[in-house]
Nanobody, 119 residues
Framework: VQLQASGGGLVQAGGSLRLSCAAS????????MAWYRQTPGKQRELVAA???????NYADSVKGRFTVSRDYANNTVYLQMNSLKPEDTAVYSC??????????????WGQGTLVTVSS
């Protein structure tokens, strides 16, 4: 199983970006997908999460600006980021809690994608 993230880049404050994370491999079902971010010297923090039932959870700092969604058919999770602020600058990583085709449950991380918001 692999998670492939994409969509990071440089954007001015107030702008938007959309991150994507596609899960591939021998996947049976996905329980939970999420986006985390980390900046140097700080702990990784949960940005947004989405359960298989469609429940969402957001960090207070991004509520009303970020939206997490999922393409169930393609095992892809998106993070639409609007009204970006310089403090959103971080490496964003996707995460999945899933059950493989062999019925083994596991946790997987994608590679990080850098989001830089200039003031």
């Amino acid at each position: 199983v692999q998670l492939q993230a994409s969509g990071g880049g440089l954007v001015q404050a107030g702008g938007s970006l959309r991150l994507s994370c596609a899960a591939s491999g021998s996947i049976g079902s996905i329980n939970y997908m999420a986006w985390y971010r980390q900046t140097p010297g700080k702990q990784r923090e949960l940005v947004a999460a989405l359960t298989s039932s469609g429940r969402t959870n957001y960090a207070d700092s991004v509520k009303g600006r970020f939206t997490v969604s999922r393409d169930y058919a393609n095992n892809t999770v998106y993070l639409q980021m609007n009204s970006l602020k310089p403090e959103d600058t971080a490496v964003y990583s996707c995460y999945a809690d899933l059950i493989r085709s062999d019925y083994v449950r596991g946790s997987y991380w994608g590679q990080g994608t850098l989001v830089t918001v200039s003031s």
